[in-house]
């Protein structure tokens, strides 16, 4: 498949995916969300991805779903309404969530409504304080619907949630990062030289661990305290087989001989993944 609303570029051994419809503001048409669902599915395999990072062209990260192809010409479609809508709520709901490898949006400007569950699916968020992020729904007589309500629910405070969701109002990066729907504000000029740090950072940890810990934190969330024991000693054990015993020779074996300290600083020898 050949795309048409995406970028993808990758340089050492981080993928970025670009939404590319900066002239309407990179909002999410129906092809948008079919080609997302390819492009993970290829960076999932791909042994140059080590990291995924998602922004948008223009003056927008992305300004939701397309309010015209989706909301209003699919209206007499039910059946590809439904389509897409399960393309839409997949790639980032659930494939973004547990994507087996690191992900972190940079948000470069707009960001509305669907486009907080881009967000809330990627581990890491990076925003330039001049980014506008909000949850327009109401000020057009909708809610945050489709993946969009969970999302909130996952990751914000109830008061945050509901004060955003019912007022509409728009807040920028810096607020964003108050609120802890992002990590971290920065100059729009500094925007992408700290995203490519951090990711950067990640593509120099052992991939398994990284892994690992994604899946212990966001499956822990769902699962009893029990549960949550007993997944993480069979996860450790995963990691064993994966890592060929690494973790405890290597990354414990070279601490015990001196080598490093690992409360300060990564092993440097990194697997591929
Ligand atoms: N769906 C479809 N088209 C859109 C969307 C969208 N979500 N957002 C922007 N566009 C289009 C506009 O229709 C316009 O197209 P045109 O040039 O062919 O007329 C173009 O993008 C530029 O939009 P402007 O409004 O002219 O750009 P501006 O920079 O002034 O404003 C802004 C950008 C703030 C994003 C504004 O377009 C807007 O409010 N968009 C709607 C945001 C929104 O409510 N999104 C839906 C969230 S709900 C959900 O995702 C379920």
């Not at 080609?35 to 290829?42: D, S």
């Not at 990260?61 to 059946?79: H, I, R, T």
């Amino acid at each position: 498949m050949s795309f048409e609303t995406l970028l993808l570029e990758k340089q050492d051994g981080i993928a970025t995916v670009t939404l590319n419809r900066p002239n309407k503001r990179n909002a999410m048409n129906p092809r948008l969300h079919e080609e997302m669902t390819v492009a993970l599915e290829q960076l999932r395999y791909d042994n140059e991805a080590r990291v995924v990072v998602i922004t948008g062209s223009g003056p927008a990260f992305c300004a939701g779903m397309d309010l015209k192809e989706f909301f209003s010409d699919l209206k007499s479609k039910p059946a590809e309404y439904d389509r897409i809508t399960r393309l839409a709520v997949e790639w980032r709901g659930r494939t973004l969530r547990y994507f087996p490898k690191p992900t972190i949006a940079m948000i470069n400007g707009f960001c509305f409504g669907g486009a907080f569950s881009i967000v809330e699916g990627c581990d890491l968020a990076i925003a330039a304080e001049e980014a506008t992020f909000g949850l327009s729904e109401v000020n057009f007589k909708l809610f945050p619907g489709g993946s969009v309500s969970k999302s909130l629910a996952n990751l914000l405070r109830p008061r945050d949630a509901l004060w955003y969701g019912m007022t509409g109002r728009p807040f920028d990066g810096k607020r964003a990062a108050e609120i802890g729907f992002i990590n971290v504000a920065v100059p729009l000029a500094k925007l992408r030289e700290e995203t490519m740090n951090v990711a950067r950072e990640l593509a120099g940890k052992d991939p398994f661990a990284l892994k690992a810990t994604k899946d212990g934190y966001r499956h822990s969330l769902e699962m009893t305290w029990d549960a949550a024991m007993s997944y993480s000693s069979a996860k450790e054990m995963e990691l064993v087989v994966q890592q060929n015993d690494a973790w405890r020779t290597e990354g414990i074996g070279d601490f015990l001989k001196g080598k490093y300290r690992p409360g300060l600083e990564s092993h440097d020898k990194v697997h591929k993944g």
